[in-house]
Each structure stands twice: as C-alpha cells, then as structure tokens.
C-alpha cells in the first residue's frame, strides 16, 4: 500500500501595519459637486474633473429652474443625456439631484401644477437608467430648497408618498434614492416597504435640529428629537448610505458641538459614508485644530484627519493564521463610520494559483473582525508569497486596505507560504 502523504504549510507572516492616511475606495469618503443648468449650454471639457482623483464620488446637480411651467424640451435632455454619458465613462460613482432652486426659494420655482413635476420627473429618470450602474444614489424628490427636501409645497405624507411611487416606477427598485428627514423615511418605508431608501444631510452639526432634519418641524407627527433620531440612525442607518454636508452658523462664534468626542459619536451613530469636500471648510479648519484622543491608531492626530480616514468602511488586516494546516485564516475588522453595501470577489493568489471566494453586503461589520478562511491548494514543494485582493463584485473595482504601504495598491502581500 502507497502512503500519500499531505505536505504540510508553514506561514511567515508579514508585518502589516495599520495605515491612518485616507484611503480611496468605491462609494465612500468626499465628493465635489459639478452643477449643470438644463437650459444653457455648457462645455464638458472645460469642467474641473480632473482635480478630483483622490475621490470616488461626484454629485452631478441638474437646475430644471427654468422649466417649471413646461415640460423638458428635446435641448435640455440632450444636455442631461451627453452630461450622464461623459461622467459614466470615469471611474467614479455618481450621486444625483435635480432642482428647480438654488436661493432657498423653491415655494416660487417649483412648478405649480403636480403633473408638470411628474412628467419631469419620469423625463430625467428615464435618461438615468442606461447609466444606473454607475449611479451610487439619487437626492431627494426633485424638490424643496436646494432641492434639500424642505420650503415645498410637496411636503405632505400623501404627496411624498405619490412622488416615491412616480420615482420607483421611472427608475426602478435597485438604486438608492435619499430622503432628507428620519420621519420621511420611516414614513416610506412602512407604507411602501422599500429596501433601497436612505438619508441625507445637508445640514450635519448645525444645530439641536441640523436646521429641520430632525424634530416635527411642521411636516410629520413623526418628527422625533436630535437624540431619538440619532438612537433610530445608529440602530438602523448601519444598513443604508448616509452622507450629506456639514454647516457652519455663519453668524455664531461657537459650534453646536465643540468636543471631538462629541462629534466623533454623533457621525459614528449617522454611520457617515460620505461628505461634501467643499463645503463648509470653516467646519472642517476648525476640526483641523482639534485633537483626537482614543485609544487607537489615530490617537494624538487632528479630528479632520480621522473623520477623514473613517467615512465609509475601512478594511484593517488583524491577522493571519492557518489552520489545521489546509486553510489560511485572515482575520479583517471594519474600523470606518459604516459598512460596505455591495458584494466584493476576493482572491488568494499563492504562486500561480489563485483561489476565489465571495464577501457578501455588510459581510464586514463596523467595529467587528472578520476571520476569511480559505482552503490552501496542494502545492509542489516551494516557497511562495500570498497576495489577497479585493474588488466590488459589480464592476472589479478594487477596494484598498488601511496598511501602511498598500494604501492605494491593488493587491496586498499577506506573507511568505512555505511548502514542505
């Protein structure tokens, strides 16, 4: 009788270190905002996308202002469509939002008639469908100030109600649509009971009420106070988007919050995921002058540098191991604001064998290690590195790790794999 024996693994680790530099992954951290008004012409060319490669997203605003009494003629929706085309062909997730006002006077320039808003409504979703694979979210309803969600007249439960049904008949159920206010989402989502509906703030740390998002304010019996609404955020916002802007008071010294650990809380209970990079730099030069001081890898850096490196999800390797001598066991926690929300494709690659396996939505928790095994494929005896990646299922683009060297590389070296 032959005796085939298993050869055995030995691992010699590599020292990986966890990285505090911000690290660009798909549909989380800053964005700029690229603004088009539908009936003038405008040059794509001339846009200053090119300053923008060390984000992931774009938000792409459309002003229907001058088109509240008609419907979108042929011009402005070829604008749209040539405007969709020429953004989807980076490699950036987009998030969009149409309006009719920029000056907090969207009672006037909203248009009077409902069926208008309707027919404009399925005429620019109609033109965002070939391109949803690049879309990230949709903010708001096309309507209120800013197109924020707020100062309309299509602000009642019934209204919100028809206009989610218009949106979702347009575009579809698989693309996030953001609403302003907790209450409006608790609102949709118990009457319509859609997976895909999430938050956000155009207003975060301004205010006890971040300037309406939270409390009645007048639109919902809903409305709850900052600290319910922020219990309701941290128990239940874990599985949606949330990002927005943060604001400054122009006309108060103070900030509504002044302690990072303050701050720090409320943005992990939002389970923040992205912010406005422009906006509002008097806010973000005053967490520049901020000390951080948990006990982690941050300690002792400025509070902008943390929130920073923390929107959205962050993949930390805590270790690796093997065991039982067949599988290889990498151990990564999440140490960002918020969970990744789409499926990811992993590979181990060990010599010239690489081995597959899958991470499904929210696979990696906040603040929880993970532990991937995967079996280790009977190899002629050598020695060889192992190189993990990973990549966003829907389109390969590959996600970082915060380890200190391999911020922005595609691949990560585990360590050393000895066959014997």
């Not at 948990?294 to 540098?305: C, M, N, P, V, W």
């Not at 970082?400 to 070296?413: P, Q, R, T, Y």
Request: proline letters at 3%.
């Amino acid at each position: 009788m032959i005796n085939f024996q298993r050869k055995k693994w030995k691992l010699k680790k590599n020292r990986l270190h966890e990285s505090t530099k911000r690290v660009v992954n798909p549909c989380m951290g800053f964005y700029h905002i690229f603004q088009f008004s539908l009936h003038l012409d405008y040059d794509l060319d001339s846009t200053d996308y090119l300053d923008t490669k060390d984000e992931s997203l774009l938000l792409l605003e459309f002003s229907l202002q001058r088109y509240k009494d008609e419907p979108l003629p042929t011009e402005a929706l070829e604008r749209l469509k040539r405007t969709l085309a020429y953004f989807s062909a980076r490699p950036k997730d987009l998030i969009l939002r149409f309006a009719y006002d920029y000056e907090g006077r969207a009672y006037e320039r909203e248009p009077i008639l409902k069926q208008i808003l309707e027919i404009h409504i399925r005429q620019c979703l109609d033109l965002v469908k070939p391109f949803l694979s690049h879309v990230f979210l949709i903010q708001g309803f096309f309507i209120g100030n800013w197109g924020e969600m707020h100062g309309s007249r299509y602000l009642t439960e019934t209204q919100l109600i028809r206009l989610h049904e218009v949106i979702r008949e347009a575009i579809g159920d698989e693309v996030w649509i953001a609403v302003r206010r907790p209450s409006f989402l608790r609102i949709l989502a118990y009457e319509t009971n859609d997976k895909r509906l999430c938050l956000y703030n155009d207003a975060i740390l301004s205010s006890e009420t971040d300037m309406g998002t939270y409390g009645q304010n007048g639109f919902s019996e809903d409305g709850r106070d900052r600290n319910e609404e922020l219990r309701y955020q941290a128990k239940h916002c874990h599985r949606l988007p949330c990002g927005g802007e943060v604001v400054s008071i122009r006309n108060k010294i103070d900030a509504f919050l002044e302690e990072p650990d303050e701050i720090i809380s409320t943005i992990q209970k939002m389970h923040l995921c992205y912010l406005n990079r422009d906006y509002d730099d008097v806010v973000y030069r005053r967490w520049s002058n901020m000390i951080y001081a948990e006990h982690d890898a941050f300690k002792g850096q400025d509070l902008f540098s943390v929130i920073s490196a923390k929107l959205g999800y962050r993949f930390v390797i805590r270790d690796v191991s093997l065991f039982d001598d067949q599988n290889l066991i990498i151990s990564i926690e999440n140490t960002g604001f918020a969970n990744h929300l789409f499926e990811m494709e992993g590979s181990l690659q060990i010599g010239g064998v690489k081995t597959s396996f899958q991470i499904k939505r929210r696979g990696l928790l906040i603040d929880k290690e993970t532990p991937i095994r995967i079996s280790l494929p009977d190899m002629p005896a050598g020695q060889y590195e192992a190189v993990l990646s990973l990549r966003r299922a829907s389109d390969a683009r590959p996600i970082h790790f915060a380890a200190l060297g391999f911020e922005s590389k595609d691949e990560i070296v585990l360590g050393t794999l000895v066959h014997k």
